[in-house]
């Protein structure tokens, strides 16, 4: 990611988590807090860990499929022109983690957790 979407991630509050529902083919939206995502931070330049208390259909889509987006913005984060405001669309795979290195970092936090969503990015867009 570059330097524009590490700062929306950064200051964002929220972030949506959209996987491809396995049974009609339709998006499934799920979200997050961005301080969850804040408080693993970004592994190599590409791994975002995100605390999974429920998820049960995010994990099934993944199953069939571990592509995903992820949309997150900023109103703190300024664009070009001096506008406030800029948004990021990150594309990546994803799964979820029971067990292992990420799953007990983030049982460790969060006591309500069951795992990790580990998405790996690929690629990302800056919006607006």
């Not at 939206?29 to 995502?37: K, M, Q």
């Not at 664009?79 to 983030?106: D, M, N, P």
Request: contains cysteine; glycine residues 10%; positive net charge.
């Amino acid at each position: 990611m570059d330097a524009v979407c590490q700062e929306i991630l950064e200051r964002t509050e929220w972030v949506a988590i959209v996987t491809r529902d396995s049974d009609t083919g339709l998006p499934h939206l799920v979200a997050t807090w961005g301080d969850y995502i804040r408080n693993f931070g970004i592994i190599e330049g590409e791994t975002i860990i995100i605390p999974a208390g429920r998820y049960h259909k995010t994990e099934a889509n993944l199953r069939k499929s571990k592509s995903l987006q992820m949309l997150i913005a900023s109103k703190q984060v300024e664009r070009s022109g001096g506008r406030r405001g800029q948004g990021c669309i990150l594309y990546g795979e994803g799964e979820i983690q029971t067990e292992g290195e990420f799953a007990r970092r983030v049982k460790e936090k969060y006591t309500w957790a069951r795992g990790a969503l580990v998405v790996r990015v690929q690629r990302f867009e800056t919006l607006l």
